[in-house]
């Protein structure tokens, strides 16, 4: 069984600088990894996947992640936060695109003038 | 750019009383579903749809729960007699279907309805 480990709740930065939202996995077959945003009152938009390609995938909004099979982690990063980013991000998992998505719990970012 | 919306926004109702959210997929879609975040929780997986069926559903999808594609477009979850516990934020989804293993591609999601019992 899949699972996602989001490892802060919260994280605050400057606007400006970098952002690391870190994100641990545990699946038993080769996965589908997914950065999900939701901002206040929108839906859930999807930022980026990684379905077994590149292991460096570049998602919306300057964001992109790396899948290091390894560490078992996806964690994702932004060179320079922006204020339009503060938002929650979810970290999803999905046993090789076919199950149904298991969701973490979620990070709360904030940018800070 | 073609999306998934979901109807009402926000719907109050009594204990007991049954609700239907609404949801329309984008159009060349054939995968749907419907997730629900209870405030402070995770986004958990209800149910998924294909080919006029349910194809999966977790535990939380019991006897009260149902799902319906009653025309081409809209794709429905019932509430038969809500629980004060079924509040929550409820999401729909749906993702394209590809290739001869019909694998299914990323989800898309709505907005979501925020449902609260009372």
């Known amino acids: 069984a899949q699972s996602v480990t989001q490892l802060d709740s919260h994280v605050s930065v400057s606007e400006g600088t970098p952002v690391l939202l870190r994100c641990n996995y545990s699946s038993s077959y080769s996965p589908s990894l997914f950065w999900y945003v939701q901002h206040p009152n929108k839906g859930l938009q999807l930022l980026l996947k990684?379905?077994?390609?590149?292991?460096l995938v570049k998602g919306i909004n300057g964001f992109e992640a790396e899948f290091k099979k390894s560490e078992t982690s996806f964690h994702l990063t932004k060179p320079s936060a922006h204020m339009s980013d503060a938002a929650e991000y979810f970290c999803v998992v999905s046993d090789q695109g076919n199950t149904p998505l298991v969701f973490g719990k979620g990070t709360r970012l904030s940018v800070i003038a | 750019e073609p999306e998934v919306t979901q109807t009402p926004s926000h719907q109050v109702t009594q204990m007991g009383q049954e609700v239907i959210l609404r949801c329309v997929p984008i159009?060349?879609?054939?995968?749907f579903y419907w997730y629900r975040q209870i405030l402070g929780q995770k986004v958990e997986f209800l149910v998924s749809f294909y080919n006029n069926e349910i194809s999966e559903k977790s535990e939380i999808f019991d006897d009260q729960f149902s799902v319906e594609r009653p025309d081409g477009s809209n794709f429905t979850l019932k509430i038969r007699s809500t629980k004060l516990e079924d509040s929550a934020m409820y999401f729909c989804?749906?993702?394209?279907?590809?290739?001869?293993?019909?694998?299914?591609?990323?989800?898309?999601f709505g907005q979501g309805t925020r449902l609260t019992v009372v």
């Open positions: 990684y379905t077994s390609a590149a292991t």
């Open positions: 159009s060349n879609h054939l995968y």
């Open positions: 989804a749906s993702s394209e279907v590809r290739g001869v293993g019909a694998t299914k591609t990323e989800a898309f």
